[in-house]
RNA sequence: UCAGUCGGCUGGGCGGCCGCUCCGGCGAUCACCGAAAGGUGGCCGGGGAGGAAAGUCCGGGCUCCACGGACCACGGUGGCGGAUAACGACCGGCGAGGGCGACCUCAGGGAAAGUGCCACAGAAAACAGACCGCCGCGGCGCGUUGUGUAUUGUCGCGGCAAGGGUGAAACGGUGCGGUAAGAGCGCACCGCGCUGACGGCAACGUCGGCGGCAGGGCAAACCCCACCGGGAGCAAGACCGAAUAGGAACGGCGCGGCGGCGUAUCGCGCAAGCGAUACGUGGUCGGGAUCGGUUCGGAUCCGGCCGUUCGGGUAGGUUGCUUGAGGCGCCGCGCAAGCGGCGUCCCAGAGGAAUGGCCGCCACGCGGACGGCGCGCGCGCAAGUACGCGUCAUCCGCCCUACAGAACCCGGCUUACAGGCCGACUGAUGCU
């Protein structure tokens, strides 16, 4: 699993399709080329210590790593931005909103030809196209 | 046994599955990403967080920059000795205070160089002075049958600072003598100042002599004295090095505007033709510089485009990057901090940042239940029994571990921390 390390990766992918979850935010970015996916992780000051951001992102990407792998798509980057409550959720519930995310995610960059999304008028936030 | 003081160590163990990173070896010489520099990818073996890695409060190494010296400014330190690469930290003494004690805590140059401050309270806060008060004398009154004395009130003059009260602090303290009352007025002890001898490297201590006491506190208010101190930091620094913009050199093609003619190509059109672009040709108008030159006129160059090369340098990459005032063991010196010698070991090096995720068993700890034993105490004639404490065994549950994550490296300090272990010492009490 390759991972982002370029600042200019992270910018970018901050501009495409976004799931919130309780522990975490995905973001997904389609690149031009075929190369294998790749994922990038952040964790902020905000969220704690140097240790309690240590092991929120080691959770993080054990999940990717577990649960992702043949899920992901090639020539997509991923970023996933780990939120405080991701420190006591159980390792199965953070597993199962990482799976959920991804779908939203995929689908959302199905959808975004859409000009309907306007006529909605529905939630100003962000949020997910579709209700899981 | 109980109570306590000080110092040190430790910071769960074993196993399973799946991963991460670095090093070495082998394999491949290939594939992928990138313009390049460079990076990623296989198999095997090995290494992989802390006592505080933290705060960044001091000190050093290392790197770059600056640099003749002195003074000033600014900052720091402040009894003495030792140790060190260095320090305000460390070690050992010294002083003051607290504790029965082991020991703990605190301040540590100068207040007779100067300036400033001392709130509130209090009469008075620094230079002596006197609110209540104490004492004497005088006048008037009270008292007395009268006079005097004693007592007492009030006014005036004078002496005093013992007592009261205020305060963080009140012009040395306590006691005795002394006195009208008092006062270092006199004496003893303590304190203070000066001084001598002895001990100690020294800070200082001990003993003695002299002085009747002069000099309130604050220097963490300014200040004075002595000593120390260049600045910035691994995002330091070194090397490699795009795109874009800008710089330099070389080469090539072209002077610029306007209209004319010819040729070629393209578009539209059946065609004639029209339009656009490029090149050639000659006409007219025209900016700057240089050259030879009397002017006219002429020549070259610039202002334009294209290509190649070079240097600086941004993003990015590589390095610095872990062998070091290093760890461990033994011996020697030292009360100690620490120093020396010998042997031995290599022990994390990430970089949007590895050292992890899930699980099983065990140990430790905490809570609960029940039972056994011991002790205390209540009830009871007694058997016995309620309650509390300690301990042991079984079962169940909880935490399934505290504080916390290297970022160039060391020496200290400070702060956080579930628990466990060890040693030295002190005071009570019991037994021998």
Redesign the pocket.
């Known amino acids: 699993m390759?991972?982002?390390?370029?600042?200019?990766d992270?910018?970018a992918a901050a501009g495409a399709e976004k799931a919130p979850a309780a522990a975490f935010v995905l973001q997904a970015r389609k690149r031009d080329?075929d190369?294998p996916a790749r994922i990038?992780?952040?964790v902020t000051k905000k969220v704690g210590?140097?240790?309690?951001r240590?092991?929120l992102?080691?959770?993080l990407?054990?999940i990717v790593?577990?649960t992702g792998g043949p899920r992901l798509r090639t020539g997509y980057d991923y970023?996933l931005i780990g939120r405080r409550p991701a420190l006591g959720l159980p390792?199965g519930r953070l597993a199962e909103d990482f799976d959920g995310a991804l779908r939203r995610v995929h689908a959302g960059r199905a959808a975004v030809k859409r000009p309907a999304i306007p006529s909605r008028t529905g939630p100003r936030a962000p949020g997910p196209g579709e209700q899981s």
């Open positions: 390759e991972r982002l390390r370029q600042r200019a992270f910018l080329d190369g990038g992780f952040t210590t140097a240790t309690e240590n092991r992102r080691r959770r990407r054990e790593r577990l970023v390792f």
